[in-house]
């Protein structure tokens, strides 16, 4: 429960006491999303306060396979291989719920003096959150977190080089809320549930998605950086109560043939609590803040794409009549669209960003989104003409998100605003680290069109997604 976290209402060995923690797990996402920390002693976890303890720049200078990067280089890394810090955010400290000696804390990457580092995503995502600040606005937002469940072990999915595994579900069908399926997740959905509640993360509704053995979980909306906490440690409970029931998990975005897996962003825009988006003297009830804001994300919704899908798997998601968009566009209550506008009212106003995939890293995501709606505002854009029909298997002549990770990096490249909002130094560190991902993939002898993804895209995303 929320009551559960520490707030630095009390002393922090009072609060460790209370709670009975022996040991401390700290965590922070590398550039891909996936999970990183450690296990520290009580001791050593006091001590080291407050910046943390050390460990090897690497970790944010390396790719999914801890392949350091030694091709390319970010300034916040030493000439030879050294030491950063991870510090640990205080608000974000809570009981484990499950392992009751064990703390679990949400971590920054920064130098060893404490200094923040830029490139760490969660930092970067609240750069962008400060700029909103000064602009005296807040967000408000959500995820739809979409991933398989199967029947078999990860040891049993690796021994069977993850095919033919079996989805948890009672129809062999592409179905999408049938209660028959979702009971059969129900003794593993309600574990993960009550792992949620006790980390004080409030959900609003799950249920069975398209995919076969795929769920949808929906949590309550709450400012940027909080939810995006939020969604490390879903995933990561995913996964735990996954292993400890003998099941598998995935958020890889396309791990068997027919739906996949996205992870779509609600957002809003607020001034002093009150929602912005709806203007009911407005046409369409839309407000001009609205209107620029969306402007900046369908302009840039190309050059997002990268941080949005960050894997090769990513793109075989990116199919016509599959679900997910395929074009620049936006629409209003329109799901074929890459942004979905609804606007039915002043509290429930927001934008669905549709672009995102499973495997997305949510701080990322998040900033190259409020990245995109910022240079709406600086512009005083307006938005191109709205879409209204279904944007699947429409003519050239409307543009195109990027289709393979390769052609994101150039996209992303290309656009002077998003370098601009997100830190040139770190966006292009991030394109050559796209660029090594896609190097890495051809060097290993895959095939980039083949219709089903190949054993490295599972040994490389399937258990880390």
């Not at 922070?28 to 001791?43: P, S, V």
């Not at 490139?119 to 995820?143: H, N, W, Y």
Request: aromatic share 10%; proline share 6%; hydrophobic share 40%.
């Amino acid at each position: 429960m929320t009551d559960k976290m520490f707030k630095g209402e009390v002393n922090l060995d009072q609060w460790l006491d209370r709670h009975h923690v022996k040991r401390v797990r700290t965590m922070a996402t590398d550039l891909d999303g996936f999970a990183l920390g450690k296990y520290c002693a009580r001791e050593k976890f006091t001590k080291g306060l407050p910046i943390g303890h050390n460990l090897a720049d690497v970790a944010l200078g390396s790719d999914s396979e801890s392949t350091p990067h030694l091709g390319f280089w970010h300034s916040f890394r030493r000439s030879v291989l050294g030491d950063i810090a991870l510090t640990p955010d205080l608000s974000t400290l809570v009981p484990d719920g499950q392992d009751p000696d064990l703390g679990q804390v949400i971590c920054d990457f920064t130098f060893l003096d404490g200094r923040p580092i830029s490139l760490c995503p969660r930092t970067k995502l609240k750069q962008q959150v400060q700029k909103l600040d000064d602009l005296g606005l807040s967000v408000k937002c959500t995820f739809e977190l979409e991933f398989f469940l199967y029947d078999n072990s990860f040891d049993d999915a690796e021994r069977k080089q993850y095919q033919n595994l079996s989805p948890v579900g009672a129809s062999p069908l592409q179905t999408i809320y049938l209660l028959k399926d979702s009971f059969r997740a129900v003794t593993f959905m309600n574990h993960v549930l009550s792992r949620l509640e006790a980390y004080g993360i409030p959900w609003e509704a799950w249920n069975d998605e398209n995919g076969m053995g795929q769920i949808e979980l929906n949590l309550v909306p709450v400012e940027p950086v909080v939810m995006a906490d939020r969604v490390v440690r879903a995933k990561q409970i995913i996964f735990e109560t996954a292993v400890e029931q003998g099941l598998s998990t995935t958020f890889m975005a396309h791990p068997q043939p027919g739906f996949s897996n996205g992870m779509h962003i609600h957002h809003s825009l607020l001034r002093a609590g009150d929602p912005q988006f709806y203007d009911d003297g407005a046409p369409k009830n839309r407000s001009q803040l609205l209107r620029h804001w969306l402007a900046g994300l369908v302009t840039t919704m190309p050059a997002t794409v990268s941080y949005l899908c960050p894997s090769v798997n990513s793109y075989r998601r990116l199919r016509e009549f599959a679900a997910p968009p395929v074009t620049a566009t936006w629409g209003e209550e329109n799901k074929s669209t890459g942004i979905r506008l609804i606007c039915d009212g002043p509290k429930t106003a927001r934008i669905e960003h549709r672009v995102g995939a499973g495997d997305l890293n949510p701080y990322h995501a998040l900033a190259a989104i409020l990245a995109g709606g910022l240079t709406g505002l600086a512009a005083k854009q307006e938005p191109p003409p709205e879409f209204t029909d279904l944007a699947w298997g429409i003519p050239a002549s409307v543009e195109r998100l990027p289709s393979d990770i390769m052609t994101a990096a150039k996209t992303l490249e290309a656009c002077d605003a998003l370098k601009q909002e997100l830190v040139a130094e770190d966006v292009e560190y991030w394109i050559k680290s796209r660029r090594h991902e896609w190097m890495t993939f051809h060097r290993a002898g895959n095939d980039p069109d083949s219709p089903v993804p190949g054993l490295w895209e599972f040994q490389r995303y399937f258990a880390a997604s």
